[in-house]
């Protein structure tokens, strides 16, 4: 997101944490700090970023998560998080984005598991995530990590019963963005609001 007042509706809307994407090939691409004020995790998303973009970037935007969904290798993340530890003096969290199209994709999280805080299960696909594309969540069943991870892939306002049913002692939370979108970067506050209701009050 990149808009302030939209990011403002979000956040009253129920959101937790508030995606920026720092990738200069998206659409979302974020150019300018929004005032998003304080009580909401603020998460930069980059793809193949070298250490001086991300430590910049964490420290402009004042970000709590770093999300990376390039083609980082562990020695890399291993190498940013001493780097931004030294740089910010505050924890910046790292979760690692896993494309995900069969059950042998899952397995990719045993390579990363000792230098990120989480995982993201995304849907494979051409472009860098975004797609609105769902992939078979039951294939989660093969992660046996330690890590919590987000849910991720193409979940739409309609999807709150689908996402009521899938259960998995690590998942900490739901991924939404293009389905949820008027535009690229602009949410629909009154959608992401529904589906949170929907959600919370299923669950007690």
Known sequence: MRDTENIRAVIEAGADWIGMIFWSKSPRHITRVPDIGKGVKRVGVFVDASEEEIIAAAG???????????????????????????ATKRDVLIFKAISIKSASDVSCYNQYEDCVDGFLFDTKCKTVGGSGEHFDWNVLTGYKGSKPFLLSGGIAPDDAQRVLQFAHPMMIGIDINSRFETAPGMKDAQAIKQFIEQIKNNRI
């Open 60 to 86: 402009d935007y004042a970000l709590d998560i770093v999300q990376l969904h390039g083609s980082e290798t562990p020695e890399s993340i291993r190498s940013l998080r001493q780097t931004i530890a030294s």
